[in-house]
C-alpha cells in the first residue's frame, strides 16, 4: 500500500519459504504464496528478472510436487507471459505448449484452461511467425470445441483466431464472412459480453 515494492516482495518471498517448513503444508496454499509474491514482484516491473523469480517459485513448488502437477500450472502461465513481455516468443511459445499439456493432463483436452491455453499458443506462435504450430494447434482446438453451441465464447474465440488466419493468408473475404457471423452470434448471444 505504501508502494514500497521491494520490501514487500522479499517478505512475501520468505513467507512462501516459511510455509515450505510449515507441518501442515499444502501445495495449493504454496502455490498461492509464490504466485503472490510473483504478483508484487511484477509491480516492481523489472522485465529482465521476472524469468528468473518464476523460475525460482517453480523450483521450490517442485521440491513438494510431482512434475506436471496442477499446482505448477499457473506459475508457468505467468513465465510465458513473462517472456511474451521480454518479447521472447519462442521461449514463450515452448512454455505455452507446456501449459496446454498439463491443463490437458490435469483437466482433459477440451477443458477451458486447456483450449485458452491453446488459444494464447495459436497467438504466440503467430506472433513468433510460426505459422504451421499455430495452424496445428487451432486445427486442434476447433475439433475439440465443434461440441459447443455457436455462441460460445469459446467457440467465439477460435473462430475469431480463424478469421484472423484467413487474415493472415489473404483470404480477406472469406475472413469477412467469418468476422460478420462472429458478430451475429455475439449479439444474438445474452452470454457473450459485448
Given at each position: 500500500?505504501e508502494?514500497?515494492l521491494?520490501?514487500?516482495?522479499d517478505?512475501?518471498?520468505?513467507?512462501?519459504?516459511?510455509?515450505?517448513?510449515?507441518?501442515n503444508?499444502?501445495?495449493?496454499?504454496?502455490?498461492?504464496?509464490?504466485?503472490?509474491?510473483?504478483?508484487?514482484?511484477?509491480q516492481?516491473?523489472?522485465?529482465?528478472?521476472?524469468?528468473?523469480?518464476?523460475?525460482?517459485?517453480?523450483?521450490?513448488?517442485?521440491?513438494?510436487?510431482?512434475d506436471?502437477a496442477?499446482?505448477?500450472?499457473a506459475?508457468?502461465?505467468?513465465?510465458?507471459?513473462?517472456?511474451?513481455?521480454?518479447?521472447?516468443?519462442?521461449?514463450a511459445?515452448?512454455?505455452y505448449?507446456?501449459v496446454?499439456?498439463?491443463y490437458?493432463?490435469?483437466?482433459?483436452?477440451?477443458?477451458?484452461?486447456?483450449?485458452?491455453?491453446?488459444?494464447?499458443l495459436?497467438?504466440?506462435?503467430k506472433?513468433?511467425?510460426?505459422?504451421?504450430?499455430?495452424q496445428?494447434?487451432?486445427?486442434?482446438?476447433?475439433?475439440?470445441?465443434?461440441s459447443?453451441?455457436?455462441?460460445?465464447?469459446?467457440?467465439?474465440?477460435?473462430e475469431?483466431?480463424?478469421?484472423?488466419?484467413?487474415?493472415d493468408?489473404?483470404?480477406?473475404?472469406?475472413?469477412?464472412?467469418?468476422?460478420?457471423?462472429?458478430?451475429?452470434?455475439?449479439?444474438a448471444?445474452?452470454?457473450v459480453?459485448?
Amino acid at each position: 500500500v505504501e508502494g514500497k515494492l521491494q520490501p514487500a516482495f522479499d517478505l512475501a518471498w520468505q513467507a512462501a519459504e516459511l510455509y515450505e517448513k510449515a507441518p501442515n503444508y499444502k501445495a495449493s496454499n504454496h502455490e498461492r504464496l509464490l504466485l503472490n509474491a510473483a504478483d508484487i514482484f511484477l509491480q516492481i516491473q523489472n522485465p529482465s528478472k521476472t524469468p528468473e523469480i518464476l523460475q525460482k517459485a517453480l523450483t521450490a513448488i517442485g521440491r513438494h510436487v510431482a512434475d506436471g502437477a496442477p499446482e505448477t500450472i499457473a506459475l508457468n502461465e505467468q513465465l510465458a507471459k513473462s517472456y511474451l513481455a521480454l518479447d521472447d516468443k519462442a521461449k514463450a511459445k515452448l512454455i505455452y505448449e507446456r501449459v496446454a499439456m498439463l491443463y490437458e493432463k490435469n483437466y482433459g483436452a477440451d477443458s477451458v484452461g486447456s483450449v485458452n491455453a491453446q488459444l494464447e499458443l495459436v497467438r504466440t506462435a503467430k506472433a513468433a511467425r510460426d505459422a504451421a504450430t499455430a495452424q496445428r494447434y487451432l486445427d486442434r482446438i476447433d475439433g475439440l470445441t465443434k461440441s459447443l453451441p455457436a455462441d460460445h465464447p469459446i467457440r467465439l474465440q477460435v473462430e475469431f483466431e480463424q478469421a484472423m488466419g484467413a487474415i493472415d493468408a489473404g483470404r480477406d473475404s472469406a475472413a469477412g464472412i467469418q468476422l460478420r457471423s462472429i458478430v451475429k452470434q455475439a449479439r444474438a448471444s445474452e452470454s457473450v459480453a459485448m
